[in-house]
Structure formats: C-alpha cells, structure tokens
C-alpha cells in the first residue's frame, strides 16, 4: 500500500456559535485512491495532489457535502473516514 505523502482533510466550522473550528484528517479511500491515480497518470505527486485539491476543495462547492467521522481509539481524535457529497437541493 502506498504511503500517501501529504496530509488530507479539511478545516471548518460546525453551525454553532461556540465552535471554535475544526481541523480533521481524511481517510476517505475515494479521496485516497483519487490521488494514487492521478500519481499514476502525472507521474508527479504536486501535480496529483492539485487534481485530488481541484475535485475536493473547488469541485465540491457545488455540492451537499456531509462527513462521516469516526475515532481512531488509539489516540481518541475523530477523523473523516468518508465523504458523502450529493448535488445540492434545488429549492423551489
């Protein structure tokens, strides 16, 4: 299994006044697999880091975006362990 050399996640803010923010690790294997191919594809890890950066930061925007968070026991931190991301509701 591939090391993958950058670390992955996001950053954000829940929709509560007395969230101070959030800074979590993504282990989504989608997201992981993403950048695996594209290293395969480009030959160069900067350049499949900006295709995983493209799809999951810029790409998202126009999509519902929910996170599915887990624990690593270990350590007892949450982590994003998928990514669910449907196109957004159209309202009427």
């Known amino acids: 299994l591939d090391k993958i050399p950058y ?42 880091f900006e295709k995983v950066k493209e799809k999951y930061l810029n790409w998202m925007l126009d999509r519902d975006l929910y996170f599915v968070v887990g624990t690593e026991s270990r350590w007892n931190k949450f982590l994003i362990i998928a990514i669910f991301y449907p196109p957004k509701a159209k309202l009427k």
Do not use: P, S, V
């Open 7 to 48: 670390w992955m996640g996001y950053n954000f803010y829940c929709d509560d006044e007395r969230c101070k923010g959030h800074n979590m690790m993504c282990e989504d294997w989608e997201l992981l697999q993403l950048f695996r191919t594209m290293k395969e594809k480009f030959k160069d890890d900067e350049i499949a």
